[in-house]
């Protein structure tokens, strides 16, 4: 494999004749951008193998620039004339044997080849589970141990697709973090309420916006806890399912951009966890109730180390949700359901989202603008707090220290309809109802079942909706039946038979 990418150099001379234009403009850019006002990021350690950002060579004088350009040479031979994007990407398609022996053959070949992101792939692609954490994936993969590692410098190289991933993982978020907010306006900062609303209070003044219920009585459990009561026990994070202890050593030691984050949907089944905790008041109407062993999956054990977390998304089904943080700190920044977070891209009905890959690179990128977005607001929720997501608002989470969080979604009352319009408008992005499926199925699939009717059999049968509640229901599907029959009778259908699924045709075939 290795030799036939080195003898593709015509190809190559191709590839990079289409990018010299690009590379040349995005130099003269950098050269002409001058500094703004803006807080300090922290990185308080340089990168191990002393490779240093491409925009420090524009500052260095001729002597390091033809000293890079030399190396570049030297040590990438026909690779030299890539982008390092690319020559990354190349990379992206070795096994593991090979990017070892191509990582052996000069010291930037190295640093390309050990590029902890190719063996978290490789790793991931091959379903294992380690018995050990090593530190990195490279090491993980290679069952080898630090001091066993060889061990190479490339000073005198500038390269950002090989700082970057470093800088972002080293920077001190806390730090920005919590030095951005107490500059930002108050204005933009999550509510919070030292005492619990009434039932009816949460209807009326709070189910549509978020808050920090401060004052409930959580569990204590720490990292140790769940170790020593279940280290030896698999849960779900992310790609893999790893041995609780292993993922804890993970935690402790990893270089990763984005840490692996456990989010496990399956924790009340095989721990005593779901006994310890109850449910505060406001949040205990839960509509999706009724739908009994079928409701999708709704809550979830959460643990991860710093800078772990999940990029922008609304909660799925338009649900509601609250999450509490048992031990550590979460920041959050959320936005409502009609406003799209800066750097985030979806399709017209928002079943893609595109977003920046790592919530580093999102902040460094795209927070200042979002703080002067309308509709922004963010804060710290801390151990012993919940914090409260409405249905459709979107929002970024990040673990500030290592953080334990048990997190639930809902269907209060004032977000029924929202439900059932989700259910009938996008019913391709239904999921979690993994209890409606055969084993072999996809779970993020369409059910098969018709949920919407369904859901809306259950809360007429459930005898303590509000009448109000039934009236909108009962007008809502009955403007669904006149909408299709104006159809039809327009021309556009031979027949009329009334559904509430968009197509009745999928699921009579």
């Known amino acids: ?46 990168h191990p193998l002393g490779i240093r950002p491409f925009g420090n060579l524009i500052l260095c004088d001729n002597d390091a620039y033809c000293r890079s350009a030399q190396m570049r040479a030297r040590f ?73 590692e060889a061990r190479f410098q490339c000073e005198g190289f500038f390269s950002d697709t090989l700082y970057r991933p470093f800088f972002c993982a080293s920077m001190n978020l806390t730090e920005y973090l919590q030095s951005l907010w107490m500059t930002g306006s108050k204005s933009t900062r999550i509510a919070r309420l030292s005492h619990c609303p009434s039932k009816e209070e949460f209807e009326a003044h709070w189910a549509f916006k978020p808050f920090i219920l401060e004052n409930h009585s959580w ?15 698999r849960f779900i994070q992310e790609c893999v399912q790893w041995r609780l202890g292993v993922y804890i050593q993970y935690m402790q030691h990893n270089t990763d951009e984005s840490p692996l984050y456990l989010f496990d949907r399956e924790f009340a089944d095989k721990t005593e966890l779901a006994a310890g905790y109850e449910v505060p008041d406001i949040f205990a109407t839960d509509y999706f109730k009724i739908l009994k062993s079928i409701r999708p999956d ?65 902040i460094l990128g795209f927070h200042k603008a979002a703080m002067s977005t309308p509709g922004y607001v963010d804060g710290f929720c801390n151990a012993g707090e919940a914090l409260y997501v409405p249905s459709g608002w979107w929002h970024l989470v990040v673990n500030m220290t290592t953080t334990t969080a048990i997190t639930q979604n809902f269907v209060p009352l004032p977000h029924v309809m929202s439900v059932l319009k989700f259910f009938h408008g996008k019913r391709d992005q239904i999921s979690g109802f ?10 993020n699939e369409t059910p098969e079942m018709d949920v919407l009717r369904v859901f809306i059999q259950g ?26 029959w104006t159809t039809l009778a327009e021309g556009k259908g031979s027949s009329f038979s009334f559904d509430f699924a968009e197509d009745s045709a999928d699921e009579d075939s």
Do not use: C
């Open 298 to 362: 709704y809550r979830w054990l959460i643990i991860g180390p710093e800078r772990s977390g999940s990029t922008f998304h609304k909660d799925p089904n338009a649900t509601s949700a609250w999450n509490a943080v048992i031990e550590g700190e979460k920041y959050w920044v959320m936005f409502p359901p009609d406003v799209l977070p800066p750097g985030v891209f979806t399709s017209h009905d928002e079943s893609e989202v595109t977003s920046p890959l790592s919530i580093a690179e999102w």
């Open 434 to 443: 993994r209890r409606l499926r055969s084993p072999e199925d996809d779970e």
């Open 219 to 233: 569990p204590t459990w720490t990292i140790q806890d769940l170790e020593r009561d279940y280290g030896s026990l």
């Open 1 to 46: 494999m290795i030799e036939s990418i080195l003898t593709k150099r015509p190809i190559l001379e191709s590839i990079a004749d289409h990018s010299a234009a690009h590379t040349a403009t995005a130099i003269s850019n950098k050269r002409s951008k001058t500094s703004s006002n803006r807080t300090a990021i922290t990185v308080h350690k340089t």
């Open 76 to 148: 990438l031979g026909y690779f030299a004339i890539l982008p390092d994007e690319l020559i990354s990407l190349v990379l992206e398609t070795l096994e593991a044997t090979e990017l070892r022996k191509l990582g052996y053959s000069s010291r930037i070949f190295g640093a390309f080849a050990s590029q902890d992101d190719l063996w978290k792939q490789l790793f991931t692609s091959r379903a294992r589970s380690p018995q050990k954490w090593y530190g990195t994936w490279r090491r993980t993969y290679l069952e080898i141990d630090e001091e066993n």
């Open 459 to 484: 809360l007429k049968d459930f005898n303590t909706l509000p009448e109000g509640t039934i009236q909108k229901i009962d007008e809502w599907t009955n403007s669904l039946a006149e909408s299709k």
